[in-house]
């Protein structure tokens, strides 16, 4: 995480999904934020064109989940993909390294989607069948997790952001970043002052309003409200004016940790 970012984005888990199209991400996704935002549908093309952005709650911690559009596109249905860990997926960590560094895999977490599919069989069943999927599990240091994304059970999210948590302990307490996303979140800063000033008329009308009709701790609190409201749409459109583009893969934000979905598919997941 970096030392600069504002108080009240502290507590804020920034994920963002990447992954091969027809594994899920959309849907973790949704079952992440515990709604229906991201248009998920079987399908070998990918529905996602642009970065999506939608913010949640999970136990009281905040969450923004960023769905991408398909790293690689895939022939094969989602029914056929459940049993097949290709070079694509392996290939993915080197992708995350090539992009974020070296440290990129200290900060990855392997996401299993469509655990149902498992049915009588367990997860370590499941990979042990797989040396490389094993290796790719060892190399984001043997951690892993697994999403049903048919229930809405809020046990899976919660365990998720748990496992997070531990990862950010393990980690020193800080999350991933590295130069490129510094880079980002300076221009993504300086958009989002350029924006304040830009609203900084129609933002003291509205705070004349209001000291015209309310005192004491009523006032203070409305101000307060209005001012990390102002702050909170100027980072959305600042961060939506801000978009790092590579093959592949669009990122917007500009702090990440990491995580890797699968499952019986194989996604990724940032975290920050």
């Not at 008329?201 to 004491?216: M, S, W």
């Amino acid at each position: 995480r970096m030392k600069d970012t504002k108080q009240h984005d502290d507590d804020e888990i920034r994920i963002i999904l990447i992954g091969k199209t027809g594994n899920g991400k959309s849907a973790s996704g949704n079952t992440l934020l515990q709604r229906e935002v991201f248009i998920s549908r079987c399908t070998p093309r990918s529905v996602t064109s642009e970065c999506e952005k939608a913010k949640g709650m999970v136990n009281g911690r905040r969450i923004a989940v960023i769905d991408t559009p398909g790293i690689y596109d895939t022939k094969y249905k989602e029914y056929e993909v459940l049993d097949r860990f290709t070079e694509e997926e392996q290939k993915t960590v080197e992708l995350l390294q090539k992009v974020f560094g070296d440290k990129a895999a200290d900060y990855s977490m392997v996401l299993f989607t469509n655990g149902d599919q498992l049915q009588n069989t367990t997860i370590e069943e499941f990979t042990s069948q797989c040396p490389k999927l094993t290796h790719l599990i060892a190399s984001c240091n043997g951690r892993y997790h697994v999403f049903n994304n048919r229930d809405n059970n809020i046990r899976q999210v919660s365990q998720l952001v748990n496992k997070i948590e531990r990862m950010v302990i393990t980690n020193g307490g800080g999350y991933y970043t590295n130069e490129m996303f510094r880079e980002a979140e300076r221009a993504i800063e300086e958009q989002k002052e350029k924006i304040l000033k830009a609203s900084e008329e129609q933002k003291r009308r509205k705070e004349e309003i209001l000291r015209a009709k309310l005192k004491g701790d009523e006032l203070d609190a409305k101000l307060k409200w209005l001012d990390e409201e102002y702050e909170r749409k100027a980072r959305e459109k600042a961060e939506k004016k801000n978009k790092f583009i590579y093959p592949g893969m669009i990122l917007t934000s500009a702090e990440v940790g990491l995580a890797i979905g699968g499952g019986c598919s194989c996604n990724l997941l940032f975290f920050s």
